[in-house]
């Protein structure tokens, strides 16, 4: 288990320190010999492992980009406050919520932040 681990952290730490390996698609292996066929795994083996590199970025960049931005806004003695996935959202919110209580005459100017 412990080998299997470090080979693909070695693995992985090596595909990423080259170039990208494109994965050529075969139709006759019965004519390889078994060098060919060890070579043709271990660069399948790294084009995965790169793939499986730029999966794993792609899914924390995601996370990371999904930030919520929050709103606040004081009018006539009250505080409001509203969330969403952009600022346009989250100033919209609040700026509703406000307007539901009274006048949208003094909900004016949110804050808003990430």
């Not at 170039?19 to 019965?30: A, H, L, N, T, V």
């Not at 919209?92 to 406000?98: R, T």
Request: net charge positive.
């Amino acid at each position: 288990m412990k080998i299997t681990v470090l080979l693909t952290i070695l693995l992985t730490n090596l595909a990423m320190s080259q170039s990208i390996f494109r994965i050529e698609i075969g139709d006759d292996y019965k004519n390889h010999s078994n060098k060919e066929l060890k070579r043709r795994i271990w660069r399948l083996e790294r084009a995965v492992a790169q793939l499986q590199d730029k999966v794993f970025d792609l899914q924390t960049q995601g996370s990371r980009s999904q930030k919520t931005w929050i709103c606040t806004l004081s009018a006539m003695g009250e505080n409001y406050s509203a969330a969403g996935e952009t600022k346009a959202i989250a100033k919209a919110k609040v700026l509703k919520e406000c307007s539901k209580k009274g006048d949208s005459f003094f909900c004016k100017n949110p804050k808003c932040e990430q």
